[in-house]
């Protein structure tokens, strides 16, 4: 059947199947190599995945229990999540098609560029049908109790949310495709390159803060009903059509959703995804050509963090995480991507009314105790993506120069890794907010508000486990999965805020108990913490070691 | 200089280096030789201290491998074959990380650079991104990184690999001079002419056995052949069959054509 399906789209079936199952086997070892065992690595990424959907499973959960909801509310609710979690899940996963490395090695052979695109196209959807039926699972099963009670809705649910994720991926990859076609243009490689990086942030907007802004238009268009069918504009309502037709609600409007949803897919297929099918060649020879650009003249320049630090090994660390943030697409993809994260989950709590009537009033207690976890939440959240991602580099095979290197303090170079997460990313989120905050409550009332949160972030941040080598950018990045330390951090990072919600009960109790005794909390909590920062980063770990 | 007694590396049941013992004095350069799999690079990479060994001592200029590691490494310049690289610095910021781990002046560090670019004809590559170099380059640019810091003791594997001629014999001229000065070379390589025109003594390892260590003339009269390549082939025993095998390869090839 896959010969079949590989002759219909003029791709040779014997290198399709070969380039299947070499990378079924490279991912694999990768991934046996790594965790022991590449089915434990396979079972870690599923319970990764179940666990994300269980915040929407949740939230479903509590609307059920509120109030009946019927399957088609329930699936656009669910869908747009899950859309936008396989949208941003997939987004690292798609240097499978746009950047495949194994290329290079195989550019020489007489395998054809559609034949690779559909090898890469094949694993893509594979893994994102994994992914989405994982990350679904939950919001299948609690579904049973939508108004319909139907048995079916868990299997329909599940079905619909898989095709449903193809679709994100086959959006994202036709956008990202045409993105990267630029990059034959070298005027407009940096300006691609900056799309690239914008784009996981954009996309969430589209799904996720749209919907949420259509029961303000709901108000408006009471009364414009057919502007009502703006929302039907949406895939994510498609979809959910589907999955109401799929229950048994033949209503007019479902069969139309499905029709589109149906439409939209073969429409993606046979238009844009085969045209960036057809373009491929093209890109993956730009892939070969060396980009050089000459500079004749030699003026070393020292980045800002490294000129702060003495001690050699901190310079070069910083430096050098300093260079790959400037100049490596891959590293910033993978960073950057990553702290687009909680900007988006600030953007959705903006869009809650209650939010705004806190900023309005002057101090109270749960002003002070909520600006300083949005503070600590939105950029702890983003030092754990720089800090947990700046630790893998293509180039990781080249930690050999640290390793011969005569290192005094080998953990100096992950200090200048910190030093740069300090500067590049606490810093100007710290302004930002604190600027915000000035202009919200004016004086010192802002920096009274954010201070906690902040001193509690350099704990985390000068705490946050370094890599098992010690080094910034010396371990292989695993394009297709997640390992036991990358589910380690997620824990930690969750246990994190957890300790974080203490610290704020405590403050809470206090100023209950006398607002003297909530100063006091507050002075120690603020100078504890930035005690132990400075305690911990200048802390000296001597002795060589084979790193 | 160098000193290796009995040292031994063993990977699993498998022994890469069979207790080998030598000496270098300070001054003079050594070639050591072998066949693929011989031994050559693990023993490199234990004396530079990438690799721990399963038994035996190592002391590179006066520092001792076990107790001294650090100092060792700062008296040791390293090149290695197609060694990967940050591809993302460029020239200029991959020899200041190297200065800057190797604990050079910063002011010499800049100096130096210069002065390499400019003598490895890539002045004008100081600002280009590694990932855009050629083999040779990168290969030139290994070169600088072990020279930078002034090592007492170079341990190159391979290091001509991908050189235009020019730079071969810019280098060869070069490590001359330097062991003139009183730097110790280990020269590690396949190109048996070099070793044969570079390295008064020879040091030859298979199968992870040291078979012989004499200079060329005493090797000379030891196997009554005339060429480095002749009595590398006799003392490996790399040659037997040889005939047989270039038919073998040729019947393999064609055979293929006809399948």
Redesign the interface.
């Known amino acids: 059947m896959l010969d079949k399906i590989a002759q219909i789209y003029g791709v040779d079936p014997a290198h399709f199947k070969q380039l299947l199952k070499l990378d079924k086997t490279v991912a694999s070892r990768a991934k046996g190599d790594k965790n022991g065992s590449a089915i434990f690595s396979y079972g870690l990424v599923c319970c990764f995945h179940v666990i994300l959907g269980l915040p929407v499973a949740f939230i479903l959960l509590f609307r059920l229990l509120d109030a009946p909801v019927d399957g088609f509310d329930y699936a656009i609710i669910g869908l747009s999540y899950t859309m936008v979690m396989t949208a941003f899940l997939s987004y690292s996963r798609l240097e499978f098609i746009l950047n495949p490395i194994d290329y290079l090695v195989l550019a020489h052979t007489p395998v054809s560029s559609r034949t690779f695109f559909l090898a890469k196209l094949t694993r893509l959807l594979a893994s994102t049908a994994v992914m989405s039926s994982c990350l679904n699972l939950l919001p299948a099963i609690t579904g049973y109790w939508t108004a319909e009670r139907s048995p079916l809705f868990p299997v329909v649910y599940l079905g619909v949310s898989v095709i449903a994720g193809f679709f994100s991926v086959g959006v994202l990859t036709v956008i990202t495709g045409y993105v990267t076609k630029l990059h034959t243009y070298e005027k407009l490689r940096s300006i691609s390159k900056y799309s690239e990086l914008a784009f996981p942030v954009l996309f969430p907007f589209v799904y996720l803060v749209v919907p949420r802004l259509l029961p303000e238009l709901k108000i408006v268009s009471d009364k414009l009903i057919p502007f009502l069918t703006a929302f039907y504009l949406l895939p994510n309502s498609w979809f959910a059509g589907m999955v109401a037709f799929g229950l048994g609600d033949v209503h007019y409007r479902f069969l139309i959703l499905t029709a589109v949803a149906i439409l939209a897919m073969l429409l993606l297929v046979v238009g844009p995804l085969r045209s960036v099918a057809k373009g491929y060649s093209r890109f993956l020879t730009s892939l070969l050509e060396s980009r050089k650009t000459q500079k004749p003249q030699l003026k070393l320049r020292a980045s800002l963090v490294s000129r702060v630090f003495e001690r050699r090994e901190t310079r070069v660390g910083a430096d050098l995480v300093f260079a790959y943030l400037r100049r490596d697409r891959r590293t910033q993809l993978r960073v950057f991507s990553a702290v687009g994260t909680p900007v988006i989950f600030l953007a959705i709590l903006f869009q809650d009314n209650p939010v705004w009537d806190w900023i309005g009033k002057p101090f109270t207690i749960w002003l002070a105790l909520g600006v300083s976890a949005i503070f600590f939440f939105g950029c702890s959240t983003m030092v754990s993506s720089f800090l947990g991602q700046i630790r893998y580099s293509d180039h990781w095979k080249a930690k050999w120069i640290f390793q011969c290197a005569p290192l005094t303090v080998p953990h100096a170079l992950w200090r200048g890794t910190l030093a740069t997460t300090l500067i590049y990313i606490v810093l100007p989120y710290t302004i930002l907010l604190l600027t915000l905050a000035t202009i919200f409550w004016r004086g010192l009332w802002g920096m009274f508000y954010l201070l906690p949160g902040l001193s509690a972030l350099l704990v985390y941040a000068v705490c946050y486990p370094k890599p098992n080598s010690g080094l910034p950018l010396s371990e292989e990045f695993i394009q297709s999965g997640w390992n036991l330390e990358q589910l380690w951090l997620l824990i930690r990072f969750i246990c994190t805020q957890l300790i974080f919600g203490v610290v704020l009960a405590i403050q809470f109790v206090m100023y209950k108990l006398g607002v003297g005794l909530y100063i006091g909390c507050y002075a120690f909590i603020v100078i504890g913490g930035i005690l132990i920062f400075i305690h911990n980063f200048n802390k000296k770990q001597l002795g060589e070691v084979h790193v | 200089m160098i000193r290796v007694s009995h040292l031994t590396k063993k990977y699993g049941t498998s022994i890469a280096v069979d207790d080998i013992s030598f000496e270098v004095p300070a001054g003079e350069i050594v070639g050591y030789l072998g066949p693929n799999g011989a031994g050559k690079s693990t023993t490199l990479k234990m004396l530079?201290?990438?690799v721990?060994p399963t038994a035996g001592d190592i002391s590179v200029a006066g520092c001792d491998a076990a107790t001294d590691?650090?100092?060792?490494?700062?008296r040791?310049g390293?090149v290695?074959e197609n060694?990967?690289?940050?591809?993302?610095?460029t020239l200029?910021?991959h020899l200041?990380?190297?200065g800057?781990?190797?604990?050079v002046e910063e002011s010499l560090i800049?100096k130096k650079?210069?002065e390499f670019?400019r003598l490895f004809d890539m002045?004008?590559?100081?600002?280009?991104?590694i990932?855009?170099f050629s083999q040779g380059m990168r290969q030139k640019l290994l070169i600088m990184s072990a020279l930078l810091h002034n090592p007492d003791v170079l341990l190159f594997d391979e290091p001509f690999t991908n050189l235009d001629v020019t730079t071969v014999t810019l280098m060869k001229t070069m490590l001359q001079r330097l062991a003139e000065t009183g730097k110790t070379v280990l020269y590690c390589t396949h190109i048996l002419e070099v070793a044969e025109t570079l390295c008064p003594r020879i040091m030859i390892i298979n199968k992870g056995k040291l078979i012989a260590d004499a200079s060329v003339e005493e090797l000379q009269k030891m196997t009554s052949q005339t060429e480095l390549a002749q009595i590398f082939a006799q003392l490996t025993d790399t040659a037997s069959g040889i005939d047989q095998k270039t038919e073998d390869a040729v019947r393999i090839v064609m055979g293929g054509a006809d399948a």
């Open positions: 530079v201290g990438l721990e590691l650090l100092e060792l490494k700062k040791v390293y290695t060694a990967q690289l940050f591809e993302s610095l200029a910021e200041q990380l190297m800057r781990l190797y604990h800049h650079i210069l670019a002045a004008p590559n100081t600002k280009q991104k990932s855009s």
